[in-house]
């Protein structure tokens, strides 16, 4: 992995190689040994899909009020260009934490990739060794633990999962995020808790993501809901900084706000996020407030990145980096210098991994932004900042320097593990996709910014399901789907919508149509079996799982497929088979709680308590918000007469879904017997 050193005639000062030094053997970007300094402490706060033109202390405008972000510019330094190295929140915070760019970390989309810690240390874990408490409070599915980005941190507080496991249930829209409240509230609980440590807080916050649902006051004060989303954000951030006030923690604190990525707005074809680069899609703000208020009120206008942020810390710490940087201080000297000090690299696989067309890389340096994909963009930001004239034609030589530059660096694409269903659901309720492509020979390539406005009524449609408008959804996802844009995904999505309004034999067939278009990816399949099985079509569910598993055999997901197909057995009285069926399902996956789940199932079926008990402790003991596993083992505690444990199990079941109707009523059965006969259903 070699990146090319643009000529110096070409873009004085250029630092490329410095920049995508970690693909190289170029010298180490390691800072200098200094006597351990004060430990501050350290805050950084996430604000998810914000643009920084849109807001007033970059832009000027003033028909938009964002005191709270303003107050940190007044007390900070304040970087004019600063770019994400992917337009996608999992990838964006990868490289944030970690210091790398994409190739390097590894992490190229929100699904079918995982952080890994061992490989490519997080910035958390630097702190600790440097006797740091470690605490983040998310308010996204996309950035849960299972993603490995929690790693270091002495406390991870996520949204509750997006749906209970065994549950088989469509998720709904709103489970897979929570408010910016939310996580504040669990921020605070940490720096109380934090103790005579130093603590380092992550504290991300989902608005302005899209749906766009800004709260009041700002949903009448803005006519245009993204501002409105923007000014519910500030006031979160407002709160937050005045808890840091009453804590006595922010005068002293290094706080840094940013945003992982932009936000398209339709500005080129593209209303949210993901498939282009253009400027709008990867500047964000960035705001650095130093201990002290030192440097306060300073604009630096050379170009950085998300990645000069573990520089930054480390250099504020005098803390010598263990391994190579590709990054720079943010500290450093110079804030008046050129904006051609620096060349800053972004990609986008998204187009690449869901679609089947090219992905995209840029880098901006000096004035200058290339787009690359099967064709080059060229636009000057000084003097086109909507990019609206490509300048190809004209700037040959810094074009030429650029792409040699980019055809140096090997962005070779690991494929990404295959994602189960209840991870597509919760991803596609923050409206990320979870269909990859399918390989398809010989098919013509293809620029995702030649098909992004066919694609616009899918993605529209999309939004429609993520705000719970599925009969609307529908009518523009249909013709869309049948006229083959967007292939699976949009036949995917119009399952969706049919599922959640109860037209399950609908769902069926859209799913099925989804599975042929994208190569049959197993959490389709999970999907449509599950909706088969509801419908009581339990040999039309074998019949596809038998298919199903000819390609998935293997792995988790061959696994997931076997627990569905134990249950189509089991419904059709085939318990030989199903036994069988489940038991593979264990072998093959020893950490999946629906497979002992789904094998305690069939040893009750076969009246063998003892089998089934050791199977649905395993069950629970592997997933913690397991309810099915929970409610089970309560009935056979109960059958055994140990009914302080049937309660015990039942309690365990209402805390993880309050809702749950059979258990409050068996619950209250039990309770009112007194442990009598009367138990669970």
Same mark, same amino acid.
């Given at each position: 992995?070699?990146?090319?050193?643009?000529?110096?005639?070409?873009?004085?000062?250029?630092?490329?190689?410095?920049?995508?030094?970690?693909?190289?053997?170029?010298?180490?970007?390691?800072?200098?040994?200094?006597?351990?300094?004060?430990?501050?402490?350290?805050?950084?706060?996430?604000?998810?899909?914000?643009?920084?033109?849109?807001?007033?202390?970059?832009?000027?405008?003033?028909?938009?009020?964002?005191?709270?972000?303003?107050?940190?510019?007044?007390?900070?330094?304040?970087?004019?260009?600063?770019?994400?190295?992917?337009?996608?929140?999992?990838?964006?915070?990868?490289?944030?934490?970690?210091?790398?760019?994409?190739?390097?970390?590894?992490?190229?989309?929100?699904?079918?990739?995982?952080?890994?810690?061992?490989?490519?240390?997080?910035?958390?874990?630097?702190?600790?060794?440097?006797?740091?408490?470690?605490?983040?409070?998310?308010?996204?599915?996309?950035?849960?633990?299972?993603?490995?980005?929690?790693?270091?941190?002495?406390?991870?507080?996520?949204?509750?999962?997006?749906?209970?496991?065994?549950?088989?249930?469509?998720?709904?829209?709103?489970?897979?995020?929570?408010?910016?409240?939310?996580?504040?509230?669990?921020?605070?609980?940490?720096?109380?808790?934090?103790?005579?440590?130093?603590?380092?807080?992550?504290?991300?916050?989902?608005?302005?993501?899209?749906?766009?649902?800004?709260?009041?006051?700002?949903?009448?004060?803005?006519?245009?809901?993204?501002?409105?989303?923007?000014?519910?954000?500030?006031?979160?951030?407002?709160?937050?900084?005045?808890?840091?006030?009453?804590?006595?923690?922010?005068?002293?604190?290094?706080?840094?706000?940013?945003?992982?990525?932009?936000?398209?707005?339709?500005?080129?074809?593209?209303?949210?996020?993901?498939?282009?680069?253009?400027?709008?899609?990867?500047?964000?703000?960035?705001?650095?407030?130093?201990?002290?208020?030192?440097?306060?009120?300073?604009?630096?206008?050379?170009?950085?990145?998300?990645?000069?942020?573990?520089?930054?810390?480390?250099?504020?710490?005098?803390?010598?980096?263990?391994?190579?940087?590709?990054?720079?201080?943010?500290?450093?000297?110079?804030?008046?210098?050129?904006?051609?000090?620096?060349?800053?690299?972004?990609?986008?696989?998204?187009?690449?991994?869901?679609?089947?067309?090219?992905?995209?890389?840029?880098?901006?340096?000096?004035?200058?932004?290339?787009?690359?994909?099967?064709?080059?963009?060229?636009?000057?930001?000084?003097?086109?900042?909507?990019?609206?004239?490509?300048?190809?034609?004209?700037?040959?030589?810094?074009?030429?320097?650029?792409?040699?530059?980019?055809?140096?660096?090997?962005?070779?694409?690991?494929?990404?593990?295959?994602?189960?269903?209840?991870?597509?659901?919760?991803?596609?309720?923050?409206?990320?996709?979870?269909?990859?492509?399918?390989?398809?020979?010989?098919?013509?390539?293809?620029?995702?910014?030649?098909?992004?406005?066919?694609?616009?009524?899918?993605?529209?449609?999309?939004?429609?399901?993520?705000?719970?408008?599925?009969?609307?959804?529908?009518?523009?996802?249909?013709?869309?789907?049948?006229?083959?844009?967007?292939?699976?995904?949009?036949?995917?999505?119009?399952?969706?919508?049919?599922?959640?309004?109860?037209?399950?034999?609908?769902?069926?067939?859209?799913?099925?149509?989804?599975?042929?278009?994208?190569?049959?990816?197993?959490?389709?399949?999970?999907?449509?079996?599950?909706?088969?099985?509801?419908?009581?079509? /339990?040999? @039309?569910?074998? $019949?596809? %799982? !038998?298919?199903?598993?000819?390609?998935?055999?293997?792995? +988790?997901?061959? =696994? *997931?497929?076997?627990?569905?197909?134990?249950?189509?057995?089991?419904?059709?009285?085939?318990?030989?088979?199903?036994?069988?069926?489940?038991?593979?399902?264990?072998?093959?996956?020893?950490?999946?709680?629906?497979?002992?789940?789904?094998?305690?199932?069939? /040893?009750? @079926?076969?009246? $063998?308590? %003892? !089998?089934?008990?050791?199977?649905?402790?395993?069950?629970? +003991?592997?997933? =913690? *918000?397991?309810?099915?596993?929970?409610?089970?083992?309560?009935?056979?505690?109960?059958?055994?007469?140990?009914?302080?444990?049937?309660?015990?199990?039942?309690?365990?079941?209402?805390?993880?879904?309050?809702?749950?109707?059979?258990?409050?009523?068996?619950? /209250?059965?039990?309770?009112?017997?007194?442990?009598?006969?009367?138990?669970?259903?």
């Amino acid at each position: 992995m070699h990146a090319r050193l643009l000529p110096a005639s070409t873009l004085p000062g250029a630092t490329l190689v410095a920049l995508l030094g970690a693909f190289a053997c170029g010298t180490a970007n390691d800072l200098p040994s200094s006597p351990a300094a004060p430990r501050p402490p350290i805050v950084l706060i996430s604000i998810d899909t914000l643009r920084s033109d849109r807001l007033p202390a970059w832009s000027g405008r003033t028909d938009l009020a964002t005191p709270a972000i303003d107050r940190l510019v007044r007390d900070g330094l304040l970087f004019e260009r600063a770019f994400a190295e992917v337009p996608l929140t999992l990838p964006s915070h990868a490289s944030l934490l970690t210091g790398l760019l994409p190739p390097a970390h590894g992490v190229r989309d929100n699904i079918g990739f995982a952080v890994d810690a061992a490989r490519t240390p997080l910035l958390q874990q630097r702190l600790q060794t440097l006797g740091y408490t470690t605490g983040a409070a998310v308010s996204a599915e996309v950035l849960a633990k299972r993603t490995g980005i929690a790693a270091g941190f002495d406390l991870y507080d996520e949204p509750a999962p997006f749906a209970a496991s065994g549950s088989g249930k469509p998720g709904t829209p709103r489970t897979a995020e929570r408010p910016g409240g939310a996580a504040i509230d669990a921020a605070l609980r940490f720096l109380d808790g934090a103790g005579n440590r130093p603590p380092f807080l992550l504290l991300h916050l989902y608005e302005p993501h899209a749906p766009y649902r800004p709260a009041e006051p700002f949903r009448s004060r803005y006519a245009d809901p993204y501002d409105g989303e923007i000014a519910t954000a500030d006031a979160f951030v407002g709160r937050f900084l005045a808890e840091l006030d009453r804590r006595g923690l922010y005068d002293g604190a290094l706080v840094v706000l940013l945003s992982d990525h932009g936000e398209g707005l339709g500005d080129h074809g593209e209303d949210e996020h993901g498939l282009l680069l253009y400027r709008e899609a990867i500047q964000v703000p960035l705001v650095v407030k130093l201990p002290g208020g030192a440097r306060a009120g300073e604009r630096v206008r050379r170009n950085v990145g998300l990645i000069d942020v573990v520089p930054t810390v480390l250099d504020l710490l005098q803390a010598p980096s263990s391994s190579p940087l590709p990054g720079t201080s943010l500290l450093a000297s110079g804030t008046d210098a050129p904006a051609a000090d620096r060349a800053i690299y972004s990609e986008t696989m998204y187009p690449l991994i869901h679609f089947g067309w090219s992905d995209l890389a840029s880098i901006v340096s000096g004035d200058l932004h290339l787009v690359d994909g099967l064709r080059p963009e060229l636009f000057d930001l000084a003097r086109d900042p909507q990019e609206r004239m490509d300048r190809t034609n004209d700037e040959r030589r810094p074009l030429a320097a650029m792409r040699r530059a980019l055809a140096g660096i090997d962005r070779t694409l690991a494929p990404p593990a295959p994602a189960d269903a209840e991870t597509v659901a919760a991803l596609g309720a923050l409206g990320y996709l979870g269909t990859p492509s399918a390989d398809r020979p010989g098919a013509a390539p293809v620029d995702p910014r030649d098909k992004v406005r066919e694609i616009a009524p899918v993605l529209r449609g999309l939004r429609l399901y993520n705000e719970g408008d599925y009969a609307q959804a529908i009518a523009v996802l249909g013709p869309a789907a049948r006229r083959g844009e967007g292939s699976a995904l949009a036949w995917q999505y119009l399952g969706a919508s049919y599922d959640a309004l109860g037209r399950k034999n609908e769902a069926v067939i859209a799913y099925r149509h989804g599975m042929s278009l994208a190569g049959s990816p197993s959490y389709l399949a999970e999907t449509a079996a599950l909706r088969l099985l509801e419908l009581g079509r /339990a040999r @039309a569910a074998v $019949d596809l %799982l !038998a298919g199903e598993l000819e390609r998935h055999s293997t792995g +988790a997901e061959g =696994a *997931r497929l076997r627990v569905l197909l134990s249950r189509a057995l089991l419904q059709i009285g085939r318990i030989d088979d199903a036994a069988r069926v489940a038991n593979e399902a264990v072998q093959r996956n020893g950490k999946l709680a629906d497979a002992f789940y789904q094998r305690a199932v069939v /040893a009750l @079926a076969r009246k $063998d308590g %003892l !089998a089934a008990i050791e199977d649905l402790v395993a069950a629970a +003991a592997l997933d =913690a *918000r397991h309810i099915e596993a929970r409610k089970a083992l309560a009935m056979v505690r109960h059958a055994q007469g140990d009914d302080t444990e049937a309660r015990r199990l039942l309690a365990e079941v209402l805390a993880i879904d309050p809702d749950d109707r059979d258990a409050r009523a068996d619950l /209250a059965t039990l309770e009112s017997a007194g442990g009598g006969a009367a138990g669970p259903r």
